[in-house]
């Protein structure tokens, strides 16, 4: 069928490139230990890019009912006049990766309930508080196609489960997040880490506002590297609007940072040999010891400013839009940070007086572009003398990232799946916080 | 349509059954500066089933109509999954058949303005900030276009097409290493005339963008602020909308203790009300996804807790009258309680009452993203003004205010008399709502904290 469209559409063009995904998913999830819901979702879509007299066409589809009418749309679409200065790639020998575990197709949602209840029941006696649990299961098949000879598809298997212990009164919580490409059992170390945090935090304590050191957890490092991601990306760069232009090679970080994008790790779900547009896969550093190594780029940032594609041409969507709808562009996709050297008890010791941030709420507003945040805690646990002595409410942390990743006080010697990578705990020093007295 | 509808869900054996079809066509033209980088119309479509079995209650959202005998037998099992595992037995709430199919009346029906002449629009107002050399822009035309088709085993059909127009983008401006943004957005969903004669709009923004550069940024700390219409909206959504959501606080049993009908949350001035039903604003439907009829619903009325928004799931579970608010994003989500349209009533001051009121403070505008922990929330604005003695003085950036909704809406002070609603929306609760639309008036709020990195 795939192959019957490429025909068609060299009829009308000179490149064709077909992207078909099929992705089947199942999750649960429990509140407050009840099972609240079973959602599952069978989806499918196929993209189609054309390239004529140097001019690129888009067009998507759901169900491929009318062929014709997908490379019509794309012939149609040519008269935006977007002019590329690339071809699609060629076919090349790729890396074989271990993406998909058959085990996971044994992963009944009967066992999914099983776990989370699990979860719910070990969790609850030990925090006394609301538990809520989610686990999803996910099996997607991508497969790309193009008139100069690729032909590319990948199974990828998934796993994920979090487990949050929520604040009374509000929906502020410690979760941790793992995942996996078959059926992972939520560890010992996983309750311990959820279990500590929480106990030790129950009670609400006043603090005052000033300068002091912050600790992110994994799973809120994503506000300073978000501002990263945005500041290294080849439409950025190309527009100029990055604070990072003419910053390769020049030390913006702490020397303790390195941070790399590794679409070869196959031990974590996702792992890819070639990018949404059929370009082969590259380990690519982005920080190492504090320096600013590379920006990245897909095929139509990376030959506008004459480098090429890094491999990061990937469909990306906001806010969970759907994939077959956009068009790639630059992304990091398997983003890494390196781990440091000190134990997350020892980190915590470290502190004399701060704040960890164990979740935060505005990412997404505030200047992203410069290189700023300014995020609500919810909740911020206080330190003092090396010990949580509580939780602050009211707080913000506000900073901009390239003086506050300049100073760093520790890093931990592991690192965890958080939102938009794999991240340790990291504390830097002298961060301003906000505190309603 | 219904015909093929009906007789997927007539072979389930179940206490309730339902379907919904969706088919969106979604027109989008992008523009980065002056390059164009999408441009195009295309459709996709997909069914989303819901069966509730035993008090057990499940949906599957599949593609193609072949997979449904599969998505029907998925859906069966996993509501009998639940009824064995739960010890809550879900209900849903009584409401009227209803067979009706509604198009909304369009002043202007975009579909039948050319491609050609909405490009040339974009292009139009693009180039307003882009007189500027220090300026850069990422526009979008965006136009969805949804034909739903819902058919319940209890006999509701109903067909409601949902159309949203939108012209939003973000505004860029570098001095050396200091970088500003604001953005700029107009729409709605009822005609493309909301998109016409609108430059004063892209003016007012490349203004305040350009002179963000030369503005100091705010020192965080403790403030009394006014806030304009656009950021009221936004405020109310966040610091207290998601909270009125029943879905959100069912299981959580002491936010629900808390959120008692009856609790005196706010200031005695205050009343919220969500209302999809107005029409002409951006969050209009006259039907939610279960074929509930959509209604206004006071929330808030004097500072006391009156009502809250709810699905058939909830509204049994609360034992409360349904509301019509629940809503899924497209054809790929069941749904999910939504706001549809949220604002605070006006009351009777002046702007310039308020600024008195105030005397020193912040005047805060036009929002930019937020994100509540039904507790705490936070969200960002694009730009301030200092106040002094009740004067306005000199503009200000990075602006990030976080409250707490228990005592937050007390400190609600103040209320204008002026009334304005947002054009376009985009609220990311799981799923994502173009056409969460929220408004009011100015408000003037006590003991804000506002972040900064001094």
Not at chain 2, 234 to 249: K, N, W
Request: net charge negative; aromatic share 8%.
């Amino acid at each position: 069928m795939l192959e019957k469209l490429i025909e068609i559409g060299k009829r009308y063009t000179d490149e064709v490139e077909i992207y078909q995904i099929n992705s089947f998913s199942s999750g649960v999830s429990f509140e407050n230990g009840i099972l609240k819901d079973i959602d599952s979702s069978i989806q499918s879509g196929i993209s189609l890019r054309i390239i004529k007299d140097g001019k690129l066409g888009f067009s998507y589809t759901k169900n491929l009912l009318d062929p014709e009418g997908l490379v019509k749309n794309a012939v149609d679409s040519l008269k935006g006049d977007i002019r590329v200065e690339f071809s699609f790639p060629e076919r090349r020998e790729l890396k074989v990766l271990n993406t998909y575990d058959p085990e996971i197709e044994n992963l009944t949602n009967t066992k999914m309930v099983e776990e989370g209840q699990r979860i719910s029941e070990i969790l609850s006696q030990a925090t006394n508080t609301q538990i809520n649990v989610g686990v999803v299961k996910s099996v997607s098949e991508i497969r790309i196609i193009n008139s100069k000879g690729v032909d590319y598809s990948t199974k990828n298997s998934s796993y994920m489960c979090y487990a949050a212990a929520m604040y009374p009164g509000s929906y502020s919580s410690i979760s941790r997040i793992i995942v996996d490409k078959k059926f992972k059992e939520f560890s010992k170390e996983d309750f311990e880490y959820i279990t500590f945090l929480y106990n030790n935090s129950k009670k609400e304590v006043k603090a005052k506002s000033g300068r002091m050191k912050v600790m992110f957890l994994p799973t809120t490092m994503y506000v300073l590297i978000w501002r990263l991601i945005y500041g290294t990306n080849g439409k950025n760069v190309y527009e100029r609007t990055t604070p990072l232009i003419d910053k390769i090679g020049t030390q913006i970080f702490d020397s303790s940072i390195t941070i790399y994008n590794d679409p070869f790790n196959d031990s974590l779900p996702g792992a890819r040999a070639f990018d949404d547009e059929g370009v082969e896969s590259r380990v690519l550093p982005i920080v190492e010891n504090g320096v600013l190594k590379n920006f990245y780029y897909d095929l139509y940032y990376g030959s506008k400013m004459g480098i090429g594609s890094t491999g990061n041409g990937y469909k990306v969507s906001d806010w969970g839009g759907e994939i077959i709808r956009v068009r790639p562009t630059p992304a990091l996709e398997h983003l890494y940070m390196k781990p440091g050297d000190k134990d997350f008890h020892e980190m915590i010791r470290l502190i004399d007086k701060g704040i960890i941030i164990a979740q935060a709420l505005g990412a997404h507003s505030g200047n992203i572009p410069n290189g700023d945040f300014s995020i609500g805690l919810s909740p911020g646990l206080y330190v003092e003398n090396g010990e949580i002595v509580g939780h602050v409410k009211d707080a913000m942390v506000a900073g901009n990232i390239y003086e506050v990743m300049k100073k760093v006080v520790a890093i931990e010697n592991k690192n965890y799946v958080g939102n938009m990578g794999v991240f340790p705990s990291t504390i830097f020093e002298d961060v301003s916080v906000a505190i309603r007295e | 349509m219904f015909d093929v509808l009906r007789g997927l869900i007539s072979k389930v054996s179940a206490d309730y059954v339902d379907i919904r079809y969706e088919k969106m066509s979604e027109t989008k033209i992008v523009l980065n500066n002056r390059e164009i980088f999408q441009l195009g119309t295309n459709t996709g479509d997909g069914f989303v089933v819901r069966i509730l079995k035993n008090g057990g209650f499940s949906s599957v959202a599949f593609t193609r109509i072949e997979d449904a005998e599969k998505a029907l037998k998925i859906c069966l099992e996993n509501a009998e999954l639940i009824s064995k595992n739960s010890k809550k037995k879900v209900r849903l709430a009584e409401v009227e058949v209803v067979k009706d199919t509604f198009i909304p009346n369009l002043k202007e029906d975009p579909r039948a303005v050319s491609i050609d002449e909405k490009l040339e629009l974009l292009m139009h107002y693009n180039e307003i900030p882009l007189k500027f050399e220090n300026i850069t822009t990422n526009m979008q035309y965006t136009e969805v276009v949804r034909e739903k088709y819902f058919v319940s085993s209890e006999g509701t059909e109903i067909r409601e097409d949902l159309i949203t127009t939108g012209i939003r983008g973000m505004l860029i401006s570098r001095d050396g290493s200091l970088v500003q943004n604001v953005r700029v957005g107009i729409g709605g969903s009822d005609g493309f005339y909301r998109l016409r004669n609108r430059e004063e709009e892209f003016e007012k923004k490349t203004k305040i963008v350009l002179d963000l550069l030369k503005a100091e940024p705010v020192i965080g700390g403790v403030y009394n602020v006014i806030l304009n219409p656009d950021m009221t909206g936004v405020f109310t959504h966040e610091a207290f909308g998601h909270f009125s959501e029943a879905d959100l606080i069912e299981d959580n049993p002491s936010m629900r203790e808390r959120m008692k009908i009856g609790a005196k949350l706010g200031n005695d001035i205050l009343t919220i009300i969500d209302d999809p039903t107005i029409p002409n604003q951006l969050g209009f439907y006259k039907y939610d996804d279960e074929g509930v009829r959509a209604r206004r619903t006071y929330l808030l009325k004097d500072g006391v807790l009156v009502g809250r928004l709810h699905s058939r799931r909830t509204a049994a579970e609360f034992g409360e009258p349904v509301t019509g608010h629940c809503v899924a994003e497209d054809y790929r989500y069941p749904p999910i309680v939504r706001m549809g349209n949220i604002f605070i009533e006006p009351k009777d001051k002046s702007f310039e009452e308020l600024l008195e009121l105030l005397g020193d403070g912040l005047y805060i505008l036009d929002a930019k993203g937020g994100q509540t922990s039904g507790e705490n929330f936070t969200f960002g604005a694009q730009y301030a003004f200092e106040v002094k003695n009740g004067k306005i003085g000199k503009l200000l950036r990075d602006i990030n205010i976080s409250g707490n909704l228990y005592k937050t809406l007390m400190d609600i002070v103040a209320i204008g008399k002026d009334f304005e609603l947002s054009e376009v929306g985009g609220c990311g609760k799981g799923q994502l709502n173009i056409r969460s639309c929220h408004g009011g008036p100015h408000i003037l709020v006590k003991n804000v904290v506002i972040g900064g990195v001094k």
